[in-house]
């Protein structure tokens, strides 16, 4: 099956510059890849997500960009804000389960 | 539309009983999710539903988990009898359809096994 992994576990950043995570997938035939966000105590909402037919996606200051070859997938944020501060987490299927990366906490500091 | 029910939203038990955690999925989402969610940790997924048929348990620790999705619309998760590491978030999500579809989650039930 599937196995995704995430780096770094733990972010921090100053408020207003920008945060990237990554992530890294097995599964060649994986051809979605939803990332999302988890305030602490909350549910995990998508904030966005990429299929395998495209390189890049971005809504407003969040980028999602899709590497086939390398396998891999990673998240931009751009002008991060105090309220940016959660857990992401990425995600990649195969037209089968959906398997979770092990999390980043990400922290703005103001 | 409304989002995915869950309840309880917190249980405390003791090792060796047994719990139950009911979810009701979006209106129309014929996908249903289990995945246990232990802290500082991603989701694992538990079990997946399409309509009332298993799509995948294979994470699923059958000795002592069971899950139900009864007219492909609710479903209960049982654990029993429970132990230590079973403390977790319980999190149910559904989606509109099977494959590459965005997962709706739940609140979540947290259980700590004492």
């Known amino acids: 099956g599937e196995n995704v992994e995430q780096h770094p576990s733990t972010l921090s950043v100053q408020e207003g510059d920008s945060a990237v995570i990554k992530c890294t997938y097995s599964?060649?035939?994986?051809?979605?890849f939803p990332w999302y966000k988890q305030e602490l105590g909350k549910r995990p909402q998508l904030i966005i997500d990429i299929r395998s037919n495209v390189g890049e996606k971005k809504d407003q200051r969040i980028a999602v960009t899709l590497n086939k070859t390398a396998k891999h997938f990673s998240l931009h944020i751009t002008e991060t804000q105090p309220e940016d501060s959660a857990v992401y987490f990425c995600a990649g299927t195969n037209n089968n389960d959906m398997r979770f990366g092990a999390g980043t906490r990400l922290t703005v500091k103001p | 539309e409304a989002g995915v029910a869950q309840s309880p939203r917190y249980k405390i038990i003791e090792k060796r009983q047994s719990v139950a955690f009911w979810c009701n999925p979006i209106?129309?989402?014929?996908?249903l999710y289990w995945y246990q969610q232990i802290l500082g940790q991603g989701p694992k997924l538990l079990i997946q539903?399409?309509?009332?048929?298993?799509?995948?348990d294979s994470q699923l620790p059958k000795d002592r988990f069971s899950a139900e999705r009864l007219k492909g619309v609710d479903s209960t998760l049982k654990i029993q009898p429970a132990k230590l590491e079973d403390s977790a978030v319980y999190l149910c999500?559904?989606?509109?359809?099977?494959?590459?579809?965005?997962?709706?989650f739940g609140n979540g039930t947290r259980l700590t096994v004492t």
């Open positions: 599964d060649s035939a994986s051809n979605y």
């Open positions: 999500a559904s989606s509109l359809r099977q494959y590459n579809s965005p997962l709706h």
């Open positions: 539903f399409q309509n009332n048929g298993v799509v995948d």
């Open positions: 209106s129309g989402h014929a996908t």
